[in-house]
C-alpha cells in the first residue's frame, strides 16, 4: 500500500512538473516574439510617410485597405482619414465596405440626399454590429457633406453576402410600391426572426417565389427597367440566392474552407463589378486584413480573386499594430476587452514615429527596411470573435509571414484602443 502512495505522488509530482513546464513554454512562445520585436530598425526614417503623404500605384483603379482587427477605434479613423486622401489626391469617386450589398444602396442614397433616412436610421440598417460606431457614422456623414458641396458626387457600396435581412426588405419593399403580384419575401420570415437558417428545407418554397419574382423582372425587363431601383433590386435578389449558397458551404464537412473561399471569391466578384462602371474614376474598399490581403491561411483571399481579374490595377494596403485592446464577442455574443502584443518588429517602429504609412515599392534594396518587408516576420490578426485559446495560444492571433507578399503597402500603428458600439 505504501509504494503504491510512493508511485501516486510520484506520478501527481511529475504530471504537476509537466504542467508547470507547458505553462513556462507557453508564456515564452507568447512573450519572446513581442522581445524579440523590441529594437530599432536603422533607416526607417527615410521611407515612413504620414497617412496625408501616402503614395499608391498609379496604375490602381481599386485600393483596399485592411484592418488588422475590426475591434478597434484607429483601423476605423483610418478608413476615413485614407478616404479623404484618395478623393483628394487619387480621383477616387467610390468608397465600398465589408457589409451586404443592400445596406450600401441605404447608406449611398443617404449620402446623395434622395434618402428619407435619418442617421440614424441608416446607422440601424447595418448589420455587422462592429460598424455601428461613431467612427463609420462619421465616414457616411463626411461623404453626405463632401456631396453636398460638390458636382462630382461619391458613391457607396456594400460588396458582402452573410446577412440579407435588408436585401429582403428592400425586395418587399420594391414590390409593395409598384404593386407587383404576391409577397415574395413573407416565407423568409422564419429567417429573419433567425429561428431557421438560410439553409433549411423549409424555405424551399420561399426561394421558389423569388426566383419566380427574378424571372419576371428579367423576362418583362421593357416593363420594369425605368422603376426607381429596378437594377439594384435585381441585385439584392442575387445577394439572397448566393448568401444561401455561401450558407450550404460554410455547413459541408469542409465548411469552413469552402465557405470562406466562396465568400471572398463572390466579395471579389462584386468589387470587380462595380470598378468597371466607374469608367476613369478609382475606388477604395475596406475589410479585414485577411480579405484585402494577397494571401490568407488556408483559403483563396478576395484580394488574391481581384488581383487575378485586375492585375496591378489593385493596390493592396494592410494594416497592423504593436499592441492592442481590442472589443471582442465570446461564442455568446458577449463583449469584452482584451490586449494582445503582435510581435510585429515594424509596428514597434511606430513607438517613436507614431503611425506611419511604408509603400514597399519606395524601400531601397540595400535598406535594413528591405529585409524585414521581404522575410518572414510575426504580423497580428484578430478577428470577430474571441476564445480563452487566444489567451493562451497567441499564434492564434498572429501570422508569421513576409509583409511584402500580401500587400503593396501598410499603415502600423503602436498601440490600438477599443470601439465603444452604439447602443442598439
Keep these: 500500500m505504501k509504494v503504491l502512495k510512493k508511485i501516486i505522488k510520484i506520478i501527481v509530482v511529475l504530471f504537476l512538473a509537466l504542467l508547470l513546464g507547458l505553462t513556462a513554454l507557453d508564456i515564452y512562445m507568447i512573450k519572446k516574439p513581442e522581445q524579440d520585436a523590441k529594437k530599432k530598425i536603422d533607416g526607417m526614417e527615410e521611407f515612413a510617410r504620414q497617412i496625408e503623404d501616402l503614395t499608391i500605384n498609379e496604375k490602381a483603379n481599386v485600393i483596399g485597405l485592411g484592418e488588422a482587427a475590426h475591434g478597434n477605434v484607429e483601423f476605423q479613423e483610418l478608413k476615413l482619414d485614407v478616404l479623404k486622401v484618395l478623393v483628394d489626391k487619387y480621383d477616387v469617386s467610390c468608397f465600398a465596405m465589408e457589409m451586404d450589398y443592400a445596406e450600401g444602396v441605404i447608406i449611398n442614397d443617404y449620402i446623395n440626399g434622395c434618402s ?48 440579407p435581412d435588408v436585401d429582403l426588405a428592400l425586395i418587399r419593399d420594391f414590390v409593395k410600391e409598384n404593386s407587383i403580384d404576391g409577397d415574395p419575401t413573407g416565407a423568409f ?66 465548411g469552413m474552407v469552402e465557405g470562406s473561399g466562396y465568400r471572398d471569391q463572390m466579395m471579389a466578384k462584386k468589387v470587380v463589378e462595380i470598378s468597371e462602371t466607374l469608367g476613369d474614376s478609382r475606388m477604395m474598399i475596406t475589410g479585414h486584413n485577411g480579405h484585402i490581403g494577397y494571401a490568407g491561411n488556408f483559403v483563396r483571399t478576395m484580394g488574391s480573386f481581384i488581383r487575378d481579374e485586375l492585375d496591378d490595377a489593385y493596390f493592396a494596403i494592410g494594416t497592423d499594430y504593436f499592441i492592442t485592446k481590442c472589443n471582442m464577442p465570446d461564442s455568446r455574443g458577449k463583449r469584452s476587452v482584451h490586449r494582445f502584443v503582435s510581435g510585429d518588429i515594424l509596428a514597434y517602429q511606430a513607438k517613436d514615429l507614431g503611425t506611419y504609412y511604408l509603400d514597399f515599392s519606395r524601400v531601397g534594396k540595400d535598406s535594413d527596411v528591405y529585409r524585414y518587408i521581404n522575410e518572414p516576420i510575426y504580423t497580428g490578426s484578430l478577428g470577430e470573435s474571441y476564445s480563452i485559446l487566444n489567451t493562451i495560444r497567441q499564434d492564434t492571433v498572429r501570422i508569421y509571414c513576409e509583409p511584402d507578399y500580401l500587400y503593396d503597402s501598410m499603415v502600423f500603428v503602436y498601440e490600438c484602443t477599443p470601439l465603444n458600439l452604439l447602443a442598439k
Excluded at 150 to 157: M, Q, V
Design 116 to 163: 428619407g433616412m435619418t442617421i440614424d436610421e441608416v446607422m440601424d440598417h447595418i448589420s455587422f454590429r462592429i460598424y455601428r460606431t461613431e467612427e463609420i457614422r462619421g465616414l457616411i456623414e463626411w461623404m453626405r457633406e463632401y456631396n453636398d458641396l460638390h458636382d462630382e458626387k461619391l458613391s457607396f457600396y456594400g460588396f458582402d453576402l452573410q446577412n
Design 189 to 254: 420570415e422564419p429567417f429573419v426572426n433567425g429561428e431557421v437558417s438560410l439553409r433549411a428545407e423549409s424555405l424551399n418554397h420561399a426561394f421558389e417565389e423569388l426566383e419566380n419574382l427574378r424571372s419576371e423582372l428579367y423576362s418583362n425587363k421593357q416593363t420594369y427597367q425605368n422603376l426607381y431601383n429596378y437594377d439594384r433590386i435585381l441585385e439584392c435578389i442575387e445577394n439572397v440566392f448566393r448568401a444561401r449558397e455561401l450558407s450550404v458551404k460554410y455547413a459541408g464537412d469542409n
